[in-house]
């Protein structure tokens, strides 16, 4: 899905890309319960950006966001409300999708490296 949407924070971009992965959630749900298998919910949602995370939680008032960001913050607030996901806060060490994402030092390229395509042995330990 390619969204023509300018985003003018990373906070904005965040909302954006986590709003259409909890829409992609939703589909995966109900293609698998069509098959008739059941999902459990809530379904974990995990963002890097602190701000991001508080604005769904509804921790703070965002005065200063604009109306597509408010429109995804609300519909990540319904889906929440009603158990379907859990917001959770992911540190950027942590998250093995910077790999694909960020310029990242040898020592954390390495370490999402080994986990996403198993250890090599020309990667080094440093």
């Not at 769904?56 to 009603?82: A, I």
Request: aromatic letters at 8%; hydrophobic letters at 35%; charged letters at 25%.
């Amino acid at each position: 899905m390619c969204e023509k949407i300018v985003a003018l924070s990373v906070t904005g971009t965040e909302l954006i890309a986590k709003t259409s992965n909890a829409q992609a959630m939703l589909y995966a749900k109900r293609l698998l319960e069509s098959m008739d298998l059941q999902v459990k919910f809530p379904v974990i949602l995990e963002m890097e950006n602190k701000q991001a995370v508080d604005l769904v939680n509804n921790y703070s008032v965002g005065g200063r966001t604009r109306h597509h960001t408010e429109t995804r913050q609300y519909y990540l607030c319904k889906l929440k409300e009603q158990g379907k996901i859990v917001v959770k806060w992911t540190p950027g060490s942590g998250n093995s999708s910077d790999l694909f994402t960020k310029n990242l030092q040898r020592k954390d390229f390495n370490k999402h490296a080994a986990v996403d395509f198993g250890k090599d042995l020309y990667m080094g330990e440093s």
